[in-house]
């Protein structure tokens, strides 16, 4: 039977843009959060490195550059091994999504391998080289990220674990670099240290602005949500165009999760809680 790892959906708690550095890259301060859901991807023994992708958001990717087969490369190459694998995506997230879809399917990646190749090379230091949310998506638990966010942080999360969560993405594919681009460049304080769920609620999303602006949906989705019964904190995720909702209970989520399908035909939904 082959092995089986999942991609957890990555959430921005909140998300505060610092600074712009000379290289490009942008000072953040966020904490990362994980659904108990996401992509599938599975692992059998083999003579080389392969990748087959399939499931609603399949489109476009699975070619030879994708981040799951680099992850693959780099974990063979760090550990010295030759040893292949049949790997088999099935990718339910959308992309572009402000998840986490591509990091975390290379994170998935990396955790799985290491126990196909019985690998015990720190997964860590491969994580940093692939991506900057990577290193959080190797342990998808909550962590605090800061630099571009690979310097992590533990954090208490007994407050946030199993908390009914629900994720909608309009339909609206938003790439990071316009979003970033449109960030006004104002620093607009630090985020709060404590308990990861009231700093998140005190905190904010500051690429949220200029994703709204892009498309104006998320701020009508966002408001829904806030507007809900039984919620708890409502916000974009990362650079959007997803946004989450944490919730009281199971059944105030369902029935925003409802109420969502009703407004928004067309937008993807995950019901969902967090680890």
């Known amino acids: 039977m082959p092995l089986v790892?999942?991609?957890?959906?990555?959430?921005?708690?909140?998300?505060?843009?610092?600074a712009r550095r000379a290289d490009g890259y942008h000072e953040l301060e966020t904490l990362f959060a994980f659904a108990a859901d996401g992509d599938r991807l599975t692992a059998e023994p083999a003579d080389d490195l392969s990748l087959r992708v399939?499931?609603?958001f399949a489109a476009g990717l699975g070619g030879d550059?994708?981040?799951v087969l680099r992850a693959a490369r780099?974990?063979?190459?760090?550990?010295?091994?030759t040893a292949g694998a049949r790997l088999h995506l099935t990718k339910q997230l959308p992309v572009a999504a402000g998840i986490g879809g591509g990091s975390a399917d290379a994170a998935a990646a990396l955790r799985l391998l290491s126990r196909l190749w019985s690998v015990e090379h720190p997964l860590a230091e491969i994580a940093a080289g692939l991506g900057a949310d990577v290193p959080a998506c190797v342990a998808s638990r909550t962590v605090r990220g800061e630099g571009v966010g690979e310097r992590l942080l533990p954090v208490p999360s007994a407050d946030l674990s199993g908390l009914p969560l629900l994720l909608v993405n309009p339909g609206v594919p938003m790439p990071t670099g316009p979003v970033f681009a449109?960030?006004?460049g104002v620093d607009r304080g630090p985020l709060a240290s404590g308990p990861p769920l009231a700093a998140a609620q005190a905190g904010r999303n500051d690429l949220a602005p200029p994703a709204m602006h892009l498309a104006p949906v998320i701020g009508d989705l966002t408001a829904a949500l806030n507007a809900a019964p039984g919620i708890i904190l409502a916000r974009m995720s990362g650079s959007g165009a997803t946004c989450f909702a944490l919730f009281e209970d199971i059944a105030s989520r369902d029935r925003a999760h409802a109420a969502v399908q009703a407004r928004y035909p067309n937008a993807w939904c995950l019901a969902t809680e967090l680890r």
């Open 5 to 18: 790892e999942t991609g957890y959906a990555k959430i921005n708690l909140a998300l505060h843009v610092r």
């Open 54 to 56: 399939d499931g609603p």
């Open 65 to 67: 550059d994708d981040l």
């Open 74 to 81: 780099v974990l063979r190459a760090a550990s010295g091994i």
């Open 182 to 184: 449109g960030w006004d």
